[in-house]
């Protein structure tokens, strides 16, 4: 079965940290792999996929099919970036979330 | 524009009586749609997704059915709410052969 793994439930950072989300997949082929943010209070979005190789409010994630990860990184975290993020592969399978707390 | 709503955004209900979550998406045709229960460390969990009119699929087997008597309209239902039927709920749509999703607002079910 395909399979996406986020390993963190919570990651607590200090404003200023790199961050990295971790994400790891079981799908076979060439998967489309998202990662999804939920601000308080507001719904679940998009931030990034992997196709578009873009960086979205200084967040990157690069897909590593020989590691089959797909971690999401910033190098300088702000506190406007506390969240849960959510990793997602083909529309229907989310890992379980990870919660990141910046601190000032 | 596409929007998506679903309602009732609470919905506060007593063991055994039944249940009915509405979705609607507005400003496309041919969605596809989902529905996913949310919970605290367990993330989203994919109960129901839809390619088409009456065409349903479930991941899950549970308390709970969806319908989709219109194109644009994806219902969540169930005959009698069991308590573990509490939680968040939230309905998303994709177009057909791409990947991102766009979720509503959610509904939260207490079942007391």
């Known amino acids: 079965a395909q399979r996406v793994t986020q390993p963190e439930k919570l990651l607590s950072v200090f404003k200023g940290a790199p961050v990295e989300l971790k994400c790891n997949y079981s799908?076979?082929?060439?998967?489309?792999l998202f990662w999804y943010v939920q601000y308080s209070r507001q719904r679940l979005q998009l931030l990034l996929r992997?196709?578009s190789r873009e960086s979205i409010k200084g967040f990157t994630a690069d897909l590593n099919k020989g590691e089959t990860s797909f971690h999401l990184k910033k190098p300088f975290a702000q506190e406007e970036d506390s969240a849960m993020y959510y990793c997602?592969?083909?529309?229907?399978?989310f890992g379980k979330g990870t919660m990141l707390l910046v601190s000032p | 524009s596409q929007t998506i709503h679903q309602w009732p955004a609470t919905l506060v209900q007593p063991v055994g009586s039944p249940l009915s979550l509405e979705c609607t998406v507005e400003?496309?045709?041919?969605?596809?749609l989902y529905w996913y229960r949310q919970a605290a460390g367990r993330g989203l969990q994919l109960l129901f997704y839809?390619?088409?009119?009456?065409?349903i699929s479930s991941e899950v087997p549970q308390n709970l059915s969806a319908s989709r008597p219109q194109d644009r309209q994806f219902i969540l239902s169930s005959k009698k709410l069991l308590l573990s039927d509490s939680g968040f709920y939230l309905c998303?749509?994709?177009?057909?052969?791409?990947?991102?999703?766009?979720f509503g607002e959610g509904s939260r079910l207490t079942v007391l």
């Open positions: 839809s390619v088409g009119i009456g065409q």
């Open positions: 998303a749509w994709n177009w057909q052969n791409t990947g991102e999703l766009f």
């Open positions: 992997h196709i």
């Open positions: 799908y076979s082929g060439s998967p489309e």
């Open positions: 400003g496309t045709s041919n969605p596809n």
């Open positions: 997602e592969g083909d529309g229907l399978t």
